[in-house]
């Protein structure tokens, strides 16, 4: 890919990633990066200019909507706000407690570590609470709503992706973004709902749809709600 750059009528500048490829149109994507334009192989420079011109408005909007939804990263210091099942639970140090792991007290998530502590290993404490949290929840969801289906329980995993909520191999086991457990709880069924309705059909047809939905009626408000959230829950 290289750089290139575009100047608007107005002034405005958009620089954006160009990948040439054996395709007949050109595609617009928006990404953490910026934009990122894929055009065929042969495509003459000025028709690339002229398509991108033409779109501008909308790149313009995406790329504004993106820097206001952005949420600041995580400085992993006391009074942090995390998130479990959509509530916020306050990030607190406590230099005196003989605790290895973390401990949830009402709204405040205790970590046995100094004002001074690196973030890096505060960090790490954290992520490792989320994860043993994770797994037990995630199950225990997974084995009820395997029984709505009919099928059996199948095998379960926590993922670390940074672009998918969850799998479902051909061998039918499951893997579920252990960062879900900062979701609302009917978010999280719909994650699992979806890799579950994979058991059934490998792919996103009409007939995948129809089980999401007889197993989770609402799927596409939340479909929305997850994408929303989305840079919240990657905040850690």
Known sequence: MTKQALTLPSGEVITYQLERRKRRTIGLKITDEGLIVHAPLRIA????????????????????????????????????????????????????????????????LLISTSANQHAEAVRHKVLQWYKKQA??????????????????????????????????SSRGNIRLNWRLLQAPPHIINYVICHELAHLKEMNHSAKFWAIVESLFPDYRQAEKELKALSPQLHRI
């Open 45 to 108: 420079e000025t028709q690339l200019q002229a398509v991108l011109s033409q779109k501008a408005k909308w790149v313009m909007d995406k790329l504004h909507g993106r820097k206001q939804n952005e949420v600041p990263p995580m400085a992993w210091q006391e009074g942090e706000l995390l998130y479990l099942y959509g509530n916020p639970v306050e990030l607190r140090f406590d230099a005196e407690s003989r605790a290895r792991l973390p401990a949830l007290i009402g709204e405040t």
């Open 135 to 168: 797994l037990p929840d995630f199950s225990r969801r997974i084995a009820l709503f395997a029984a709505k289906l009919g099928v059996a329980t199948p095998p379960i995993g926590l993922s670390s992706a940074q672009s998918r909520w969850g799998s479902c």
